[in-house]
């Protein structure tokens, strides 16, 4: 029976404790100690959530987050990730654990195709109650817009057009084996920044220049999205039935330009740079000798011939309204609040100098300034 409280009785404490006790859900990431993974991280532990991350052996510990549990596998060797405990009674599945720098197709497939792979595999052979599944792909495994007017939506055939775009779309193909067996849904962000992101990071470099060179020229467009809007997305895609077995383009509504960008970072910083226009055979030029530097080194260079490919094409768009009407997910950071404070993390971790005493509106000053 139940009593007025609408609970069966119990003669003592300690049982009503455990009948009104709730596990946190539990949850898997891989690529925790990446730029979005930290970010999703936080906002799971806020909710509650017991977060497991998947690491390699060789991750180093000062970049393990200590509120989280850890798990050791070599995502390359499919029986250590199908063995690892750290899938015992999980819930969701976030799959973010990948590389972005490489120098060849088959090292990007060594980081992205193969990990997921043998991540799905692992998942689909436990049987019994399978989690739900979110693989974090890329705007770049579908390509560039043919226009303005035309952003990339998930019905249009992929065309990738570097050896990123192509690892990151056979990691989406090989979710198509396990589709009937896992509850998957794939994401692909457009470009993201935000706090801890380095890619964003080396356009605010040269914008505090006195003479800033612009790789990328002020009329290409491109869609951008903030970790924190990516990070929403992400957990709407773990917890809609509609999403399953679905992909979905993550973005703000209005794509940026270049040119828009350049201003909007040069405001936020209070600087009035001089802008020079790099030539695009410079570009050129610099992707083939980082590609001879890579070679030489045996790692990837910033400037290497899969860069070089990602800065050609002038639109890289695409549409979202998949995802705000599946899932309800909209983009809710403004342009200039997001990159203010992106600025402002990068100086308070000395990511950026400080800026000079005079330059900033007083709103866009951190906190805790460094010294240094």
């Known amino acids: 029976m139940r009593s007025a409280r609408g609970f069966q009785s119990v003669s003592t404490l300690e049982e009503r404790e455990r009948v009104l006790h709730i596990p946190p859900m539990i949850v898997v990431v891989t690529g925790s100690t990446g730029f979005i993974g930290r970010h999703l991280v936080d906002a799971l532990l ?7 991350a998947l690491v390699r052996p060789e991750t180093p510990r000062d ?75 890329s705007q770049a495994a579908a390509g560039p817009a043919s226009s303005a007017d035309a952003p990339v939506k998930e019905t249009d055939r992929p065309l990738p057009i570097e050896a990123y775009g192509r690892s990151k779309l056979q990691a989406e193909q090989a979710v198509t084996r396990y589709r009937d067996l896992l509850p998957i849904t794939v994401l692909r ?45 992400l957990m709407l895609a773990a917890e ?25 970072i040069d405001l ?29 080194t045996g790692r990837a260079s910033i400037a290497n011939r899969n860069k070089a490919a990602l800065a050609r094409p ?14 309800g997910w909209r983009a809710g950071v403004p342009l200039l609040d997001g990159l203010r404070a992106t600025y402002n993390w990068y100086v308070d971790s000395r990511w950026l100098r400080p800026p000079k005493s ?6 866009q000053v951190p906190t805790e300034e460094p010294t240094t």
Not at 271 to 288: D, E, H, K
């Open 314 to 327: 002038r639109w890289w768009l695409c549409d979202a309204s998949r995802a705000r009407q599946d899932l």
């Open 63 to 137: 970049r393990r987050d200590p509120r989280i549990g850890h798990w050791e596998a070599d995502l390359l060797d499919d029986r250590s990730v199908r063995e690892s405990p750290v899938w015992d009674g999980v819930s969701q599945v976030y799959h973010l654990a990948g590389v972005t720098k490489a120098r060849t197709l088959d090292q990007f497939r060594a980081g992205n195709v193969f990990p997921t792979a043998n991540v799905l595999s692992a998942l689909a052979a436990r049987g019994g109650r399978v989690p739900r599944v979110v693989l974090v792909s």
């Open 358 to 363: 005079g330059t900033r509106d007083p709103e």
């Open 189 to 233: 962000p457009s470009s993201v920044y935000g706090p801890g992101d380095r890619d964003f990071l080396n356009v605010f470099k040269q914008e505090r220049h006195r003479v800033a060179l612009r790789v990328v020229p002020r009329d290409h467009a491109m869609s951008l999205v903030h970790v924190r809007d990516l990070v929403q997305a």
């Open 240 to 264: 809609q039935m509609v999403a399953i077995g679905r992909t979905y383009f993550i973005t703000d509504e209005a794509p940026v330009t270049w040119g828009e960008l350049y201003d909007a």
């Open 268 to 296: 936020v910083m209070g600087r009035t740079p001089i802008a020079v226009p790099l030539p695009p055979f410079l570009l050129r030029v610099a992707a083939r000798g980082g590609d001879l530097v890579s070679a030489v």
């Open 46 to 52: 806020e909710r509650g959530a017991e977060v497991r």
